[in-house]
């Protein structure tokens, strides 16, 4: 097995202070890439990066703010000369710190925007400036982290679905666009179910109770377990790598089989 998949390339994920981001970037630098991570939380991406080593790089990057995409991406290509992965990681659930609710009919109007502006913005802004960095090689791969819950409704999280959801379609718009002008610039998504991140921990919390609520959040998937993080970086590093260079505008699903024949049945109330 090629132990060096990413040997010389350049690659840049946003949100991977933590979780699947910081997932990725560990198994892109293991896969001999040159990474770059970034994030608006400095001391946990600054500890990521000290833990890969000479190989990862951090920068701060606000995703939503089109001034932090030209500065980072304009670093990176002063620095290396290149730009050949961007991973669109950097997104929120809308819940983060707040007990507001999000179904559609009482979802505030600044939540729904809140969410937007990071999941849809930011990646909507990562494509653009991804494209900018590769054109003059007329190569790369944009991988864009949507969700399992861009595929499906999810009645009490409608911001962050239809966000997700914009996400899959946005990933298919710019594979077209960059095929019509004949780059190999491919564009794919992943989706991922229920990846055991630090985003669960306030749900599962600790104690004797902890592996029951962990049962119970899987109960409908059909392996049976949380997916781990690396076996969504597994994935990522596929698609960056020269071994797919047929694949674009696909959506890819790391769900332990949950969308593969299974329905979802509204709870309704008495």
């Known amino acids: 097995m090629n132990m060096h998949r990413l040997a010389g390339k350049v690659a840049l994920v946003t949100g991977a202070a933590s979780g699947i981001g910081a997932g990725i970037a560990r198994a892109f630098v293991a896969e001999g890439a040159v990474v770059y991570v970034t994030d608006l939380d400095d001391e946990r991406g600054r500890r990521v990066v000290e833990s890969l080593g000479d190989s990862a790089r951090y920068a701060t990057l606000d995703v939503r703010e089109e001034s932090d995409w030209m500065a980072v991406t304009d670093w990176i290509l002063k620095s290396t000369g290149r ?35 990071t999941n849809l913005d930011g990646t909507f802004l990562g494509c653009k400036h991804a494209i900018r960095a590769m054109r003059a090689a007329g190569e790369g791969s944009i991988i864009n982290i949507s969700s399992r819950s861009g595929l499906v409704g999810i009645p009490a999280a409608a911001a962050y679905a239809a966000s997700k959801a914009a996400v899959r379609n946005h990933t298919k718009t710019v594979a077209l666009y960059c095929a019509e002008r004949g ?88």
């Not at 990846?195 to 609520?213: D, F, H, N, Y």
Request: hydrophobic share 45%.
């Open 83 to 117: 730009l050949d992965v961007v991973v669109n990681n950097a997104g929120i659930t809308g819940f983060e710190g707040t007990v507001a609710r999000h179904d559609p009919e009482n979802a505030s109007l600044a939540d729904w925007r809140a969410v937007m502006a």
């Open 183 to 270: 780059w190999a610039i491919r564009c794919n998504s992943i989706h991922p179910a229920a990846i055991l991140t630090p985003m669960w921990e306030p749900m599962l919390g600790e104690g004797e109770g902890r592996e029951a609520r962990m049962a119970s959040f899987v109960r409908d998937v059909p392996l049976g377990r949380f997916g781990s993080v690396e076996e969504v970086a597994a994935l990522a590093v596929l698609l960056a790598s020269d071994e797919v260079k047929y694949m674009t505008g696909a959506e890819l699903t790391v769900d332990g089989g949950l969308l593969a024949g299974s329905a979802v049945t509204p709870k309704r109330k008495d």
